[in-house]
């Protein structure tokens, strides 16, 4: 029986590993009209899962069009199943207002950047790469670390001499938001260390 329903913005965020997620989960993995390739990676464990994966292409362009489906989706779910726990995987805060409100009238939503937020514990500081990186920001000044995503991503990698892989980037940056070390608001990373 599902208890708990993810919603994928797959335009906004590409690291979804399904093997972390428990038989309570059915998924929803919403493609934007514009993205022509999925990894095969994530093909074949969606496939593992069966009929507990759904995909959504969105027709059309436009601002936000894909976070529209997304809340409709929401919307149209809840309203049949209250009791069901929705969670929105996308770095796009654009959502919680949305969550903020369904949660005031007794719903379950949230929103994460990461499935690593799912299983903090596995979300671990103690990872080398990881601990080198906060290391080396905790000795900056607050104003003079990188500010939006992007940068960041940039700047881990010039602190490994760029002799690091993307997902393993990708991963440090899961495990500062999982660990509520780093947030972010309208694009811009908000440090609390």
């Known amino acids: 029986m599902t208890h708990k329903l993810l919603l994928v913005d797959f335009e906004n965020v590409q690291q979804v590993d399904l093997s972390r997620l428990d038989d309570n989960f059915h998924i929803v993995i919403f493609v934007g009209s514009g993205q022509k390739n999925v990894p095969i990676d994530l093909v074949a464990s969606a496939q593992k899962l069966g009929g507990r994966v759904d995909w959504h292409r969105v027709e059309g362009n436009g601002n936000n069009a894909l976070d529209f489906h997304i809340a409709c989706k929401l919307g149209r779910v809840l309203e049949k199943s209250p009791s069901l726990h929705c969670i929105v995987l996308s770095k796009d805060k654009g959502f919680d207002p949305l969550l903020r409100y369904l949660n005031k009238n007794g719903l379950k939503c949230k929103r994460i950047n990461s499935l690593l937020e799912l299983e903090p514990k596995s979300?671990?500081?103690?990872?080398?790469?990881?601990?080198?990186?906060?290391?080396?920001?905790?000795?900056?000044?607050?104003?003079?670390?990188?500010?939006?995503?992007?940068?960041?991503?940039?700047?881990?990698?010039?602190?490994?001499?760029?002799?690091?892989?993307?997902?393993?980037?990708?991963?440090?940056?899961?495990?500062?938001?999982?660990?509520?070390?780093?947030?972010e608001t309208n694009n811009t990373l908000t440090y609390e260390f």
């Not at 003079?144 to 992007?150: D, L, M, N, V």
């Open 123 to 183: 979300a671990t500081t103690e990872e080398p790469n990881f601990k080198r990186v906060f290391d080396l920001l905790s000795k900056s000044e607050k104003k003079s670390r990188p500010r939006k995503r992007a940068t960041l991503s940039q700047h881990i990698s010039s602190m490994f001499q760029k002799n690091i892989s993307q997902s393993d980037i990708d991963r440090i940056i899961d495990i500062f938001f999982a660990n509520k070390l780093i947030s």
